[in-house]
């Protein structure tokens, strides 16, 4: 639950976002019942079930193994976020019935960090290569821009950015980065940067957006709803093809996407459950009956060609929780 924590509060650093010990703490609680409850129960387990309940003992613990304190902010800013939440609700509703907007053109993107070759828990492969001289762990950041719409029908092709236009990988599966399932883009620090973005928007987004609504025969009309984040231009709606002038921007008010944005209700971290399931079902086929161990499957037979299927794997399986989550983040 804290690994799953970590990443969580490092998004909302990188963000900008504030975070106050209330609002870790819920979080905490909301992971770990969502792990509680993929996990078969015994008689123990179920007499256990309520036994965290994300103290401020266990808070200040967690703190001094993390170092977290440096992202958490008390006072006035969490109430203005608040303030500002509830302020922006009303403009969004506003907004929806004034146009006539309804869940199948409301769309949301939000880009989350990715350790895509790093093991979920402390496990003989992490032990061992912390024991290997010279080696360092792998963990392999990846950068994902995940984007639906509020019914849950129509999510978009995802972005990766990775650190590395060519990977050997590709050479020697002969794979054509156009012909992947994700718009890859690479820069030394695989981030998403705007001019990856508006790319995006109009060679993707914009494209699967319009075929989407012809198919369904809903009126050309579109919203995405987008934070502040450093990659989304201010002006976005400015750099989009006149073919795609149908999209209408909104921008999230600052300090407010721990509680407005929609990805964050859950999406982001059900996808990076879904992943890790199929990574794990991946290592034991291909382990299974054999003598490799852990760390030879990581170092030798897991590359960002598999990675890349794994993660088409959970996009696609991101569905029955879709839906309802993002109708719930801007209900």
């Known amino acids: ?50 036994s965290f309940k994300a103290s401020r003992g266990w808070f200040d613990n967690f703190r001094k193994r ?39 053109q409301v769309f949301n993107c939000d880009e989350t960090g990715f350790f895509w070759k790093k093991m979920p828990n ?3 492969i992490t032990a061992e290569e912390k024991l290997m001289p010279g080696h360092k762990p792998m963990k392999g950041r990846i950068t994902l ?18 650190h590395s236009e060519n990977t050997r990988a590709f050479k020697s599966h002969k794979i054509l980065k156009e012909k992947l399932q994700v718009m890859w883009r690479a820069n030394p620090k695989a ?24 198919e369904n025969n809903l009126p050309m009309q579109a919203l995405l709803v987008l934070d502040n984040a450093p990659a989304h231009p201010p002006n976005l709606e400015h750099d989009i093809l006149e073919e795609f002038k149908f999209i209408k921007v909104l921008y999230l008010p600052p300090n ?3 509680i407005l944005q929609p990805m964050d209700q859950q999406v982001f971290s059900n996808f ?28 030798d037979h897991f590359n960002i060609v598999v990675c890349l299927r794994i993660i088409d794997q959970a996009w696609l399986s991101v569905t029955e929780d879709l839906d309802l989550c993002m109708e719930e983040a801007v209900a």
């Not at 770990?32 to 078969?40: A, E, H, I, S």
């Not at 821009?145 to 990775?162: E, M, T």
């Not at 508006?198 to 609504?213: A, R």
Request: proline letters at 2%; a positive charge; charged letters at 25%.
């Open 1 to 50: 639950m804290e690994k799953l924590l970590m990443v969580w509060v490092t998004e909302k650093q990188l963000k900008g976002n504030t975070l106050t010990q209330g609002i870790i703490c819920e979080k905490a609680r909301a992971i770990y019942g969502d792990l509680l409850n993929q996990t078969p129960l015994t008689s123990t387990d179920e007499a256990s079930e309520d």
């Open 145 to 162: 821009a995940l984007c639906a719409n509020v019914s849950g029908d129509c999510k978009i092709k995802l972005l990766l950015v990775y």
């Open 122 to 124: 402390r496990t003989y």
């Open 256 to 258: 407010t996407t721990h």
């Open 191 to 214: 981030w998403v940067t705007r001019q990856f973005f508006v790319q995006w928007v109009n060679m993707v987004f914009g494209p699967s957006v319009k075929k989407y609504l012809q």
């Open 66 to 104: 993390t170092g977290i304190h440096s992202v958490v902010r008390h006072g006035e800013a969490a109430s203005s976020d608040v303030k500002a939440a509830e302020d922006y609700l009303k403009t969004f509703s506003e907004l929806i019935e004034a146009n006539g907007y309804i869940p199948q």
């Open 272 to 299: 990076k459950k879904l992943y890790t399931k199929h990574l794990f079902w991946r290592c034991f086929e291909v382990t299974e009956n054999t003598n490799l161990t852990l760390r030879e499957y990581w170092k």
